[in-house]
């Protein structure tokens, strides 16, 4: 039987801790020729929705096409964009109210086109990868989000 290199993967079970996205500022400190990081990262909320809580939301995916999709984005991104660096990370699992379920960094040299690569990846990533939520309420109910 053949050893092959594991895939990356952009998902994550469960929440995106703060140390996961320390290691990735402190991953960059030794990168000189990048002069900004922009991030943007999802955090569950506590909403209300007829009258029920939100506690927690259960993500799942198509594990192998959100990869797919996800590593097309980048693709995208840098052939747009003028980035030096870029990640994407998203929870697949359960993810409690406060807690990241996704991280997108972006690096240049210059802040001006971490701006709208952020604003278009995130945006691509919400319209297009094949992650669902199910918000989960304090009822222990749960309802499928579109």
Not at 85 to 90: A, D, P, S
Request: charged residues 30%; contains cysteine.
């Amino acid at each position: 039987m053949e050893n092959k290199p594991k895939k990356k993967s952009f998902l994550i079970q469960g929440p995106i801790t703060p140390e996961k996205i320390a290691d990735m500022l402190r991953s960059h400190q030794s990168k000189t020729q990048v002069g900004a990081h922009t991030f943007f990262m999802g955090q569950v909320r506590a909403d209300e929705i007829d009258g029920k809580t939100v506690t927690a939301i259960e993500y799942s995916a198509f594990d192998e096409m959100a990869d797919k999709v996800i590593a097309e984005l980048r693709e995208e991104a840098f052939a747009k964009y003028d980035l030096s660096c870029l990640h994407i990370y998203h929870s697949v699992g359960t993810v409690k109210v406060g807690e990241i379920s996704m991280v997108v960094m972006v690096s240049s040299a210059h802040r001006k086109p971490t701006f709208p690569s952020l604003e278009y990846l995130v945006e691509e990533i919400k319209a297009k990868v094949p992650i669902w939520k199910k918000e989960v309420f304090a009822d222990g109910t749960h309802s499928w989000k579109e």
